[in-house]
């Protein structure tokens, strides 16, 4: 089974709003992955589908690979903080507030779905003789739930 990655770095946006659109294409297939973040209104998703190109790109270089892209799937996507840029930005009375500019590292990992193998039986009644048959369970009879007790009252002293 043939994984492969690819990552940008420094991508001028938050982690977290790109974390949002990796949500929405994490374990599709890649043809339906790259379809979603083509009609994704989100200015980030022009920056993923070019990792996910990318990573696809280094499936199709690696060996063993069987040479259909449609059996690879995003089997994991990740987005990590970078470091933020940090700028001053005027207040009034003489005052100054900190913007940060965040950068995010975006990961796709793409990989190929195993093949379904499915056994087939020889013959029928080799088969039913291998495997006893169990009964269906008869179901239990439910007790009748008690009365519940009144609390006890506390006992108050005068004085």
């Known amino acids: ?4 990655h690819a ?11 790109a974390g949002l659109v990796l949500a929405l294409i994490r374990g599709r297939d890649v043809n339906r992955a ?3 973040l083509k009609f994704t209104k989100k200015a980030i998703a022009d920056d993923i589908a070019k ?3 990318s990573a696809i790109a280094n499936a199709q270089n690696k060996d063993g690979f069987s040479g259909d892209v449609d059996n690879l799937y ?3 996507c990740y987005a990590n903080q970078g470091p933020a840029q940090k700028r001053v930005r005027p ?8 913007v940060l500019k965040r950068t995010a590292h975006l990961t796709v990992h793409v990989s190929e779905r195993p093949e379904k193998v499915v056994a087939i039986a020889a013959d029928s009644a080799a088969k039913d003789d291998a495997a006893p048959k169990r009964g269906r369970r008869t179901p239990v009879a439910k007790k ?3 009365a519940k007790r009144a609390p006890a009252k506390k006992a108050t ?3």
């Open 157 to 159: 002293s005068k004085k």
């Open 91 to 98: 207040a009034p009375m003489g005052r100054a507030f900190r």
């Open 7 to 17: 990552t940008s770095k420094y991508v001028r946006t938050s982690a977290q709003k």
């Open 74 to 76: 995003v089997s994991a």
């Open 34 to 36: 790259l379809a979603t």
């Open 51 to 53: 990792v996910l190109r």
């Open 1 to 4: 089974m043939i994984e492969a």
């Open 144 to 146: 009748p739930v008690a």
